[in-house]
């Protein structure tokens, strides 16, 4: 004869048991504990390294959860330690013969020097130089904090010429970054 639900519950007391011989958790903590969105409001042309003005938090239809990234001259710090995913990307524009833009993300870990952790890169076909053409990318990483002070990130563009234009907006997300904190370190 199968047991029903309240059987099995009145035959439980204390933790449950589990199969390493530890028990079982009596409460949990779950979902996302720190997301965040910022964006870059204003076009620019050329490269940025890093991208140091014209950051917004998102504010249409968007609220953080947790305390949310803080933003200084283009460095971003996160709120508390754990493993974040972070996407930054965006819109370009391009009119020349060379069509490529390099979306990167940089990091540091002793609050000093920067390193490439993660880039990605668009390019176009060649048409003519009168004709515009708009290209899209996105750079992704899971990124380790394991101290607030010392491990931030910021973000960089390698565009093919001066005249290559990366695409901002202060309505919507056309060149911006996302930071999700997934879980602990």
Not at 93 to 116: F, M, V
Not at 140 to 167: C, E, L, M
Request: with cysteine; net charge negative; aromatic share 10%.
């Amino acid at each position: 004869m199968a047991l029903s639900k309240i059987d099995v519950a009145n035959m439980l007391t204390g933790a449950t048991p589990v199969a390493n011989g530890g028990t079982g958790a009596t409460s949990f903590t779950a979902g996302i504990t720190e997301a965040d969105q910022w964006r870059v409001t204003s076009n620019f042309n050329g490269d940025a390294a890093p991208i140091a003005s014209n950051w917004e938090r998102n504010d249409l239809n968007f609220d953080k959860i947790g305390t949310g990234m803080s933003e200084s001259s283009g460095i971003f710090t996160f709120p508390s330690t754990g493993i974040y995913k972070v996407e930054f990307g965006g819109v370009s524009q391009h009119t020349g013969q060379d069509r490529w833009h390099d979306w990167k993300i940089e990091a540091t870990t002793d609050n000093s020097s920067y390193s490439l952790i993660s880039g990605t890169g668009n390019s176009g076909v060649y048409t003519e130089s009168s004709v515009s053409q708009y290209n899209s990318a996105i750079a992704t990483v899971i990124f380790d904090v394991t101290n607030v002070s010392t491990h931030k990130v910021r973000f960089a563009i390698d565009a093919n010429d001066g005249s290559a234009t990366t695409q901002g907006a202060s309505t919507y997300q056309y060149c911006g970054a996302t930071f999700i904190r997934l879980g602990d370190t």
